[in-house]
């Protein structure tokens, strides 16, 4: 097969989730996390001629569910341990591959819609891998770390260089932050970034991922990127605004509870399904 120059934009939705089981079919607010993180992502990809979209699921209902909101989907094999894996399994499956990969984790449905945008940029202009961060205000913060009190595996931050390059992601709040207060008083803005669960990967760089076996580190975090970071492949961090609805993903009926609760103080921010 030969590979072109166009993009693949891959939701990842397997069924099985020790926390959320079958999520992708799970209601918020009337809608399920599936259908809201196709429209966010069909409005994100509006105008990009270059981009297409799809479904990667192990379940025929998942696909079903994917295609009655007018969204291709593909069948990929239940084993497959992350969503960057599934997302090069639904390439390969292409007649033609592509050049570049996005796995759009199917569990946020309410990230910035500009970020997938800024990914594809990051990758055209020369990343090996990308993916969106926001930096938090101390407000932003101080919700994080309550919110870790309740689910402490939800949500990521990053440590990155000044230049954009990752240094290291965790479910914990990274980094430890000394004489805050002090920090706090001379500026609006904490030195946490929050991961956007997002990310594009040239078909190199994902193949060589997915070649290698899971680490130790990765494994303990749970965040498959950390196995880049120890195959030495650099990911480029790019900033993004922050988005109308706090960006962590759906991973458990908490989750799903507080998001319902900022739809009904706030209105609902996911695009109608055209």
């Given amino acids: 097969m030969t590979t072109a120059a166009r993009t693949l934009v891959v939701i990842p939705a397997r069924a099985g989730s020790s926390r959320l089981p079958r999520k992708p079919l799970a209601p918020i607010a009337g809608r399920t996390l599936l259908h809201r993180t196709i429209a966010m992502a069909r409005a994100a990809t509006a105008g990009l001629a270059e981009a297409e979209l799809l479904v ?32 090069l399994a639904a390439a390969r499956q292409q007649t033609i591959l592509p050049r570049f990969v996005i796995n759009l984790q ?44 309740r689910s402490p595996f ?12 990752a240094l290291w992601f965790s479910k914990t709040i990274i980094p430890a932050i000394r004489n ?34 899971p680490t130790e580190l990765e494994t303990l975090e749970g965040l ?6 120890e195959l030495g492949i650099p990911i480029t961090t790019v900033p993004v605004d922050p ?25 609902d921010p996911t695009p109608l399904l055209s």
């Fill in 106 to 149: 199917g569990d946020s449905p309410f990230q910035p819609e500009e970020a997938l945008r800024a990914v594809i940029g990051a990758l055209e202009a020369g990343a090996e891998v990308a993916t969106p961060v926001i930096r938090l205000d101390w407000a932003a913060l101080d919700a994080l770390r309550e919110h870790k009190s």
């Fill in 224 to 229: 498959e990127q950390l196995r880049l970071l």
């Fill in 56 to 87: 990667a699921t192990d379940d025929a209902e998942i696909a079903d569910h994917a295609r009655a909101a007018g969204c291709e989907a593909v069948m990929t094999d239940s084993g497959i341990a992350t969503g960057s894996g599934r997302a």
């Fill in 180 to 213: 805050e207060q002090i920090l706090r008083a001379s500026q609006p803005l904490s030195p946490v970034w929050r991961h956007v669960g997002l990310y594009g990967y040239t078909l190199k760089a994902l193949t060589r991922f997915e070649a290698t076996a």
């Fill in 243 to 267: 988005p109308r609805f706090d960006s962590s993903g759906i991973d458990t009926q908490a989750d799903i509870a507080r998001v319902e609760a900022l739809i009904a103080a706030h209105g």
């Fill in 154 to 165: 939800s949500g990521t931050t990053c440590a990155r260089t000044p230049q954009g390059l």
